[in-house]
């Protein structure tokens, strides 16, 4: 898995007149990991989507290592870059196993099945993910928590060099919400993630872009972004940051006592 070189050149995407997302530049290095954060409705799972080819960019464009993706196969785009999304799936009557061994398909011909290499590949997601008691289990009887990450260890078997996640750690609980994202780190790949939890980004992504109004207002290392005055002027809220005793990261602590900014 070669990590790839993901650019947003320009990208807007506007819905009947509406500027959804205006004018976002965004290079994330191979190798980076890249927090997406900003309010709701603040343009982050649009922008997301224009990654992974499910909505065209109304003005721009979208690069994978200097290749504009509108221009690959959907089975070449499939093979490099991997999309975890928010919007729930369809009720699929397959097994947890047959919905992670769809993450092989860019890699197989029709109907064709598993080889023993695809089926170390899928274990190892499952393994990775912690759902491999789940297996047999029929993915539509799961929960909320275990369908998210059946979808997550689906992309891990995907074995692509970029991977795009809009919000990962949603229904997940605390332990897994850092397994996913340790997980994630630790792979080496590209990735540009969604998250709400800002504590979260700061822990575990290189760079956090923070979104507002369909733009991107602020960009760069956690310490340098999260700052009282951005969470202000972005989120309308009081909040303290400091660093992480045992780690240095910035953490914000909110004033739940103290009126919103007006």
């Known amino acids: 898995m070669r990590p790839g070189h993901l650019r947003a050149e320009h990208v807007g995407v506007a819905v009947a007149d509406r500027d959804l997302v205006r004018d976002v530049v ?14 709701n409705g603040a343009g982050k799972s649009t922008l997301l989507r224009t990654f992974y080819r499910a909505r065209r960019p109304t003005s721009g464009r979208v690069l994978l290592d200097g290749e504009d993706i509108w221009r690959m196969s959907g089975r070449r785009l499939a093979r490099r870059l991997s999309a975890v999304v928010q919007e729930p799936p369809g009720e699929f009557e397959l097994t947890v196993y047959e919905v992670v061994a ?8 029709a109907f064709q099945g598993d080889d023993a290499a695809d089926r170390r590949i899928i ?119 400091h660093a ?10 909110l004033h739940p006592d103290q009126e919103s900014p007006s």
């Open 102 to 109: 769809m993450g092989r398909s860019p890699y197989k011909r």
């Open 244 to 253: 992480h005793p045992r780690t240095g990261v910035p953490q914000i602590s």
């Open 123 to 241: 274990m190892d997601a499952l393994d990775a993910l912690d759902v491999t008691a789940l297996a047999q289990a029929p993915f539509d009887r799961l929960s909320g928590g275990e369908k998210q990450r059946v979808l997550i260890a689906r992309a891990l078997a995907q074995r692509t060099g970029t991977m795009v996640l809009d919000e990962p750690t949603n229904h997940l609980d605390l332990r897994h919400q850092l397994d996913v994202l340790r997980l994630v780190r630790g792979l080496g790949v590209t990735a540009v993630i969604a998250l709400h939890d800002l504590n979260l980004a700061a822990a575990f992504c290189d760079r956090i872009c923070v979104m507002r109004a369909g733009q991107v207002v602020a960009d760069g290392p956690p310490a340098q972004v999260l700052t009282p005055a951005l969470l202000t002027e972005v989120y309308q809220v009081a909040a303290d940051v």
């Open 26 to 39: 965004l290079d994330v290095t191979p190798g980076e990991v890249v927090a997406l954060t900003g309010p």
